[in-house]
């Protein structure tokens, strides 16, 4: 099944109705008030101080129902116990609380949503042996990268091969 609007306001709804009985409404630092589509290119969602949830629109066209499942927890957890909480430990015991776990057995799904949204750069690894390999995508520069040199004590490997430089591409 692959993900349309329609089908993420009736996630929304639908989980948000079985928060509010375990949690009840007025217990929450800020009530939802909406749901909206956003074009991040980080995030697969956010919350704002006026109740409003929003989503990535890369969900849309894809089959990450359980990954588009969690975000919704996360970000109402985030509404429950207020955005001034980020992600300390009563945020994350909320989270816990509203299923709203991250884990790897979501990676699959992630890269559907990572495709859908894009990248700006191609990072590149030169190694040791010559090798030249495509480290990850990325939507900015990072100067940890831009600045690295492989120094004789300090150095990042990839697959036990010392790495000697990054670059990047449009």
């Not at 949503?113 to 390999?133: Q, R, T, W």
């Not at 990072?142 to 449009?170: D, H």
């Amino acid at each position: 099944m692959l993900i349309d609007w329609n089908y993420i306001q009736q996630e929304y709804q639908l989980i948000l109705d079985e928060l509010i009985l375990s949690d009840p409404l007025k217990n929450w630092q800020v009530p939802p008030q909406a749901l909206q589509a956003t074009n991040h290119k980080t995030k697969y969602g956010m919350a704002d101080r006026d109740g409003v949830v929003y989503i990535n629109q890369a969900f849309i066209g894809t089959a990450s129902t359980e990954l588009l499942n969690v975000t919704i927890r996360h970000e109402f957890a985030h509404l429950c116990v207020g955005l001034q909480h980020g992600h300390d430990v009563i945020f994350k015991a909320k989270a816990r609380e509203f299923k709203a776990d991250f884990g790897k057995h979501l990676k699959l799904e992630s890269e559907q949503v990572h495709e859908s949204i894009g990248y700006k750069y191609l990072l590149f690894a030169k190694l040791e042996n010559g090798d030249e390999i495509l480290f990850r995508k990325v939507h900015r520069k990072n100067a940890k990268y831009l600045r690295y040199k492989a120094g004789r004590f300090r150095y990042l490997t990839i697959k036990g091969v010392k790495v000697m430089s990054f670059r990047y591409e449009s």
